[in-house]
């Protein structure tokens, strides 16, 4: 059983930056999609970043795209999202996320919160204007 802990969310000014990362335990296979998702209130859990920790292959929404990075540290099965230039929209519960890898999946799978088997408890961002 995979188990997800998030941390490093927190409230930072327009602009700002900050940085999740992603403890996972418990992994048996040895490859995985691992994303992060987020989820406004009132609004519907959406994928911004995915990444395949075997080749490093990533996908990232268009709401996010040149402003976050996602990265892994397969030593310390650790999943990163480097998020800069945050702006207020941005604020939200943000979650890991992880699948075992069967066979390649397209962007949109890859950002699609149903591929998803384990998921985290989330990790607060709040970014004020």
């Known amino acids: 059983q995979v188990q997800l802990v998030e941390s490093g969310g927190g409230s930072v000014q327009a602009g700002g930056s900050l940085r999740l990362s992603c403890a996972a335990s418990?992994?048996?296979?040895?490859?995985?999609?691992m994303g992060w998702f987020r989820q406004a209130p009132g609004k519907e859990r959406e994928g911004i970043a995915a990444?395949?920790?075997?080749?490093?292959?990533?996908s990232y929404a268009e709401s996010v795209k040149g402003r976050f990075t996602i990265s892994q540290d397969n030593a310390k099965k650790t999943l990163y999202l480097q998020m800069n230039s945050l702006k207020p929209d941005d604020t939200a519960m943000y979650y890991c996320?992880?699948?075992?890898?069967?066979?390649?999946?397209?962007?949109?799978?890859?950002?699609?919160?149903?591929?998803?088997?384990?998921w985290g408890q989330g990790t607060q961002v709040t970014v004020s204007s």
């Open positions: 418990g992994y048996t296979y040895s490859a995985y999609y």
């Open positions: 996320a992880a699948k075992r890898f069967y066979r390649p999946m397209t962007p949109i799978q890859a950002l699609g919160r149903s591929s998803y088997d384990y």
């Open positions: 990444i395949l920790t075997s080749g490093g292959s990533t």
